[in-house]
């Protein structure tokens, strides 16, 4: 019966925190007006994102022993993250565009790639991560990384200029009058590999 | 008096739901289901798995880049730099230790399939997987996520089960049937959350109800198996598609532990699943969840119509099989 016991506590932690997860997700989609519901609830939502971070002991020091605890199982259980794919609505997808400046005046367009169909959803993923403002601190590093992946292949390339967009897919009933999707620029950064410096230049 | 009766009451309905006896029938269903997925995963990823877990330099994104993020939530999180790290200070380059963990990986990927050395497989299965979702995570998605979470439950799970090779080659003691149930349990609560929590978001984005996020899910790239053209003629299913795909995930939590339903709720969400893997390339993310779903409530769950031939057996979901119990 003892062990009954310890097995049914360790459910009911295991579960309060997948909860924790869940909520802190659904919340922070209703508090960034990400769906239908009134903009009224945005505060509310706001709250309860921020109770269910506390719950997940997020909201102390970093290097917080619990936070840190509740982290690791947390990965180690694959619950980290709440189950809101491709929810409440399905966003543009994002591409990167290099543009390729050889020494002569000659510009080449690329873009990087990888060889296996499964690698480049893990690619496409990591690109709309990319848009996503909690990411603005990492984009030009990553861009940069992106960009020296391609120049590795160009090695003669004097400059790269990464142009980050958004693809606006048209509506189905736009799509069956002739439209079609359209690349909308969010920002570059301009990438001088032979020498050190690199300027950016966010749009 | 009457409050403590009931909260006894309540205490043992809360146990007898938690350990309902069962078979390990549904263990190797997620055991062979997971090793499928483990050997799938890293085939898939082979002509890229240095590539896109080298360190800075040598790859796409840098491994220490991903690394970095994964140690603000926590450094104690298990990650591939652990192993590079260990093999340099044995003098074995980085390029080695990754071709030894994507073989490792493989080769406890086919050990699971075959339910050899079950309980350190799994744990090496889990342990290297998550190192590798860990160290990409940026470049990761919700097929790594169940896939640890089926690997972590799997490992602390009551294996050997009978169709292991483990259980044939060495004699093992049967394992207890309420504990085999407990993990059952598990399993099967946690998918509840996975649909509802899913659907629920779902329901709450207006795209979902007028079929404009399956026409934006099914013609965005690299989703885009089916020509937009052919979309275009099935315009007016989409949106009973749509709400079909939100009452399926937000009502699985209900009708899946009906007996009624339960058989007709499974086979709807095993074919979303599979209409996803074909629809959208997403074979990974379709054949974890198909697994994860057979393993929960797919073993032993009658076809309805056929319930009178079936009378004379016993139900393997809610009860137990009989001949097992009665054996160990």
């Known amino acids: 019966m003892t062990s009954k016991r310890i097995y049914a506590a360790c459910f009911g932690v295991h579960f309060f925190l997948l909860t924790a997860v ?60 709440g189950y809101t794919f491709f929810a409440p609505n399905i966003p543009s997808y994002h591409k990167l565009i290099l543009e390729l ?26 690109l709309d991560r990319l848009s996503n403002p909690i990411y603005e601190p990492l984009r030009e590093v990553v861009l940069k990384m992106l960009a020296f992946s391609v120049w590795r292949e160009h090695p003669d390339v004097e400059k790269i200029r990464a142009i980050f ?18 690349f909308q620029p969010m920002f570059s950064f301009d990438f001088s590999l032979r020498k050190e410096e690199n300027k950016s230049a966010p749009q | 008096m009457i409050r403590l009766r009931s909260a006894s009451g309540g205490w043992k309905g809360l146990i007898e739901f938690l350990f ?25 990823l082979r002509s890229d798995w240095h590539y896109l877990f080298a360190g800075t330099g040598k790859g796409l994104v840098s491994r220490e880049l991903g690394e970095a993020i994964t140690s603000f939530d ?37 050990f699971l399939l075959l339910g050899l050395f079950c309980r350190p ?29 089926g690997l972590f439950y799997l490992m602390l799970s009551p294996l050997p089960d009978r169709y292991a090779l483990d259980h044939r080659l060495v004699k ?6 309420q504990l085999l149930g407990f993990w059952r349990r598990v399993l099967q609560v946690h998918l509840c959350f996975v649909y509802f929590v899913g659907g629920l978001a779902k329901c709450l984005g207006n795209g979902w109800w007028n079929g404009s996020n399956l026409w934006r899910s099914l013609i965005r790239p690299p989703f885009n198996l089916i020509s937009p053209d052919i979309l275009v003629r099935f315009e007016y299913a989409l949106p009973v598609l749509g709400i079909s795909i939100c009452l399926l995930e937000v009502g699985y939590v209900f009708f899946i ?72």
């Open chain 2, 74 to 110: 926590s450094p104690l999180i298990p990650k591939l730099g652990w192993l590079v790290a260990l093999g340099g200070q044995a003098g074995i380059s980085e390029e080695t230790v990754l071709t030894v963990a994507w073989a490792c990986l493989l080769c406890a990927g086919c």
């Open chain 1, 165 to 182: 967009g958004s693809v606006n897919p048209p509506d189905i009933s736009d799509f069956d009058q002739g439209k079609r999707e359209f």
């Open chain 1, 22 to 81: 869940c909520f802190a997700g659904i919340f922070s989609l209703i508090a960034e007006g990400a769906t239908m519901l009134p903009s009224a609830l945005d505060r509310c939502a706001r709250k309860g994102e921020l109770v269910a971070a506390s719950v997940l002991g997020k909201e102390a020091a970093a290097s917080n022993p619990a936070r840190r605890g509740i982290a690791t199982y947390l990965h180690a259980a694959g619950i980290q993250a």
């Open chain 2, 257 to 328: 532990w009906m007996k009624k339903t339960r058989f007709v709720w499974l086979v709807c969400i095993l074919a979303m699943h599979i209409a996803i893997g074909l629809t959208m390339g997403m074979y990974l993310f379709a054949l974890v969840m198909i697994v994860l779903n057979l393993a929960a409530f797919g073993v032993g769950s009658k076809v309805p119509f056929l319930r009178h031939y079936q009378r004379e057996t016993t139900d393997y979901t809610d009860g137990t099989d009989k001949e097992m119990i009665h054996g160990s």
């Open chain 2, 20 to 44: 309902p006896p069962e078979t390990d029938r549904w263990l190797s269903v997620l055991r062979i289901g997971l090793g499928l997925q483990v050997v799938v995963y890293t085939l898939f």
């Open chain 2, 172 to 177: 093992i003691k049967p394992k207890d049937p």
């Open chain 2, 121 to 149: 497989t799994a744990i090496i299965a889990w342990f290297v997987h998550l190192c590798a979702a860990e160290s990409g995570g940026l470049l990761a998605y919700g097929a790594d996520n169940f896939m640890t979470t």
């Open chain 1, 101 to 126: 400046h050889y020494s002569d005046g000659r510009v080449e367009y690329d873009s990087p790639h990888v060889s296996g169909k499964a690698a480049a959803l893990r690619l496409d993923s990591l």
